[in-house]
Structures are given as structure tokens and as C-alpha cells.
């Protein structure tokens, strides 16, 4: 079965040929392997959105990056009741330590 037929108004007819220098297009394929999309896609999402296409995490990363907000959001409820109320010192300086060695353990899986 053929793919539906794209209207005019959807046909890519113009084609763009331009010189990058080594450098630039090293950086042009980086760019679009990081975010997952082909060099042109990528080209015309920058030129047309006005932002660089987000970069896709490789799964590790993407679990790192979801501990790393579960972690932020464990300190920001401490944080919270630490200025709501009288919480004792030492519950206090215990659960910002295990959150530091959370910290320094992703720290490390990220950078090796």
C-alpha cells in the first residue's frame, strides 16, 4: 500500500545548498544526533522555531535526570518544613546528608 499523497502546500520543492567548514559540521551532526533528528529537520526546526530542538537524554541519563528531580523535590518538602515548623536539628542535618550522598552518587555516574 502506497503512502497518502502530500498537497502542494506540504511539498518540499526548494532545495538549499550551503558550505559549512569542518568545525561546523561537526557541530551541525552533534547537534542532530544529540536531539534525534535528521541534519534537515533539525536545520529547519532552528530556523523556524527560533530555538534549538531539545536534546534527547540516552536512557541512563534520563534516569539519572528523573532521580536528580525526585531528589530536588525531597529537599524542597524539607525546605518547606523546616520554615513551616519547629523540626529538630539533627532530623534535619540527616536527610540533607542522605540527599548529599544521592547527590554525589549521580554526580559521579554522570561524569564518570
Do not use: C
Amino acid at each position: 500500500m502506497a503512502r497518502p499523497k502530500k498537497k502542494d502546500n506540504e511539498k518540499r520543492k526548494h532545495q538549499v545548498n550551503f558550505r559549512l567548514t569542518d568545525d561546523e559540521y561537526s557541530v551541525l551532526l552533534k547537534q542532530s544526533q544529540m536531539s534525534g533528528l535528521d541534519k534537515g529537520t533539525w536545520i529547519r526546526k532552528v530556523i523556524f522555531s527560533k530555538r534549538m530542538p531539545k536534546a534527547k537524554l540516552e536512557p541512563i541519563n534520563q534516569k539519572l535526570f528523573i532521580e536528580l528531580s525526585r531528589q530536588g523535590n525531597n529537599l524542597n518538602q524539607l525546605l518547606r518544613k523546616v520554615n513551616s515548623t519547629a523540626i529538630d536539628k539533627t532530623t534535619i542535618l540527616n536527610q540533607i546528608n542522605v540527599l548529599n550522598r544521592v547527590y554525589k552518587l549521580i554526580i559521579k555516574e554522570l561524569i564518570g
